[in-house]
């Protein structure tokens, strides 16, 4: 199975970008690559997923590694409710392969200081 | 868009007795998850229907814990007997459809309940 790794907890001033790495060496060609995450006292939700090229959304941007073994999500200006969890999702195949499975690892938690 | 329902929020026990979580997807999705999330640890899965059958049940303590999804629309957890690392929270989420939609692999997270075993 695809795994991810990243790093435990990173620090961010309030109104700087912030770079969250996470590396997926076992991703195939096919396999989405997906972020979600956690604040305190709630359920995770979705940030974005990518398959290729880089991917911007309302909410981050997620840039991918030409040869899609890792790939950093950036918030570009953090708030204090960014605060939160990050998960990056092991990539799973959309059709047949894992089933489309969400597996959670430990995430980076992302303190942000005002 | 109401999002997923789940209750109660809160549930404490004593071990060895049993205990029930309720889920209500959004309208629509067909895809349905049950998570279990210890303190400090990150979600794990432990059952995925699609509509009404299970998708992956590989991860669920089978002796103890089962879920139903009648009619591929709300879905129940049970937890019977409970024991002291059960303590943890229960979420669920759905998603649209496994692998299409807009947004692929969208899924949508309820608030959990919160259960202590004592």
């Known amino acids: 199975d695809a795994k991810t790794t990243q790093p435990n907890s990173m620090e961010s001033n309030e109104e700087e970008p912030v770079h969250l790495p996470c590396n997926h060496s076992?991703?195939?060609?096919?396999?989405?690559i997906h972020w979600y995450r956690q604040l305190p006292s709630q359920g995770p939700e979705y940030v974005i997923h990518?398959?290729?090229s880089n991917v911007n959304n309302r909410m981050a941007s997620l840039a991918i590694a030409e040869d899609r073994k890792s790939s950093t999500l950036i918030l570009h200006r953090a708030t204090l409710r960014d605060a939160a969890v990050y998960y990056c999702?092991?990539?799973?195949?959309?059709?047949?392969?894992?089933?489309?499975?969400?597996?959670f690892g430990k995430g980076t938690k992302l303190s942000v200081k005002p | 868009e109401a999002g997923v329902a789940q209750s109660p929020r809160y549930k404490i026990i004593e071990k060895r007795q049993s205990v029930a979580f309720w889920c209500n997807p959004i309208?629509?999705?067909?895809?349905l998850y049950w998570y279990q999330q210890i303190l400090g640890q990150g979600p794990k899965l432990l059952i995925q229907?699609?509509?009404?059958?299970?998708?992956?049940d590989s991860q669920l303590p089978k002796d103890r814990f089962s879920a139903e999804r009648l009619k591929g629309v709300d879905s129940t957890l049970k937890i019977q007997p409970a024991k002291l690392e059960d303590s943890a929270v229960y979420l669920c989420?759905?998603?649209?459809?496994?692998?299409?939609?807009?947004?692929?692999?969208?899924?949508?997270f309820g608030q959990g309940t919160r259960l202590t075993v004592v």
């Open positions: 229907f699609q509509n009404n059958g299970v998708v992956d």
């Open positions: 990518g398959l290729t």
């Open positions: 999702i092991p990539p799973y195949q959309l059709h047949g392969g894992s089933q489309g499975n969400l597996i």
């Open positions: 076992t991703i195939s060609g096919t396999d989405y």
């Open positions: 989420a759905s998603s649209l459809r496994r692998g299409t939609g807009a947004k692929i692999g969208e899924a949508f």
């Open positions: 309208s629509g999705h067909a895809t």
